[in-house]
């Protein structure tokens, strides 16, 4: 991943599905995000950290679970959220760098 922060793909859950989205960091500080994912995305869906002030360490190596699903990725050294301002840290702002470099996709079931 070459930018900051990331967006997942949200593949479609299915009923009993757990919901909860955990990245967690596989190399140095026992790093552990959880979110919660809402019934607007249980059909799929992208899901942007940066909108709820998420932010990973760039040069980090993660994992992220959703449901029966497991995604390894890491983040480049230099990776940055590409902003403009102090404020697109906060939660609610997107970052400017282009989703492509961003986006995270979780294998099929």
């Given at each position: ?16 599905d757990?919901r909860?989205?955990?990245?967690e ?5 026992g790093?552990?995000i959880a979110?919660?994912?809402d019934e ?5 869906g ?5 909108r ?7 040069g ?13 990725f ?7 959220s590409k ?10 702002s ?10 995270r996709?979780f294998?099929?079931?």
């Amino acid at each position: 991943m070459y930018a900051l922060p990331p967006v997942f793909e949200i593949p479609k859950l299915r009923a009993g599905d757990s919901r909860t989205l955990v990245i967690e960091r596989t190399n140095g500080a026992g790093e552990r995000i959880a979110i919660d994912i809402d019934e607007s995305l249980a059909n799929g869906g992208f899901y942007d950290l940066g909108r709820q002030g998420v932010q990973l360490k760039s040069g980090a190596h993660y994992a992220a679970t959703l449901a029966s699903r497991k995604l390894n990725f890491r983040v480049d050294g230099k990776a940055t959220s590409k902003s403009s301002d102090k404020a697109s840290n906060k939660p609610g702002s997107a970052s400017k760098a282009p989703i492509v470099s961003r986006l995270r996709r979780f294998p099929p079931a």
